[in-house]
């Protein structure tokens, strides 16, 4: 990849983003409205963290460290939002957090792994055209 740095950068960028919508208040913006929403956001988020970073690291034993650091990062958070007055801890969102992770995991193997990487070439020809 040519811009590996970029992405690390955007990818740290988007754990930031993770941890401050999980544990500041933040207002309710309900973009969607079923029982469950809640729980899709957990699993698109975790989701796409561990999606971002099996693009940057090829090796299995890179991307099995990614996946447990994501499942421990939801399970900290957690934790932590159970400290606070304005949120709770809930084992449910820790499972979706941990099943958007997983699902993410395994498509490591898949042509999903390569989308991060076709960008970076098109963002490269692009920019040496």
Known sequence: ????????????????FILAGSLLRVPDISIMSFEYRDKV???????????????LYQK???R?????????LGML???????????SFDYFDEIA??????????????????ILSAIDSRLYRLHNA
């Open 77 to 87: 958070i957690e934790y932590l939002q159970g400290m606070t007055a304005y949120r």
């Open 41 to 55: 956001i957990h699993f698109a988020m975790y989701f796409i963290l561990v999606g971002w970073f099996v693009q």
């Open 1 to 16: 990849m040519h811009y590996r740095n970029l992405w690390l950068i955007l990818g740290v960028l988007y754990i930031s």
């Open 60 to 62: 299995t034993s890179s």
């Open 97 to 114: 957090n941990s099943i958007g992770a997983m699902c993410a995991f395994l498509l490591a193997r898949t042509s999903f792994a390569s």
């Open 64 to 72: 099995i460290i990614i996946l447990a650091g994501a499942i421990l």
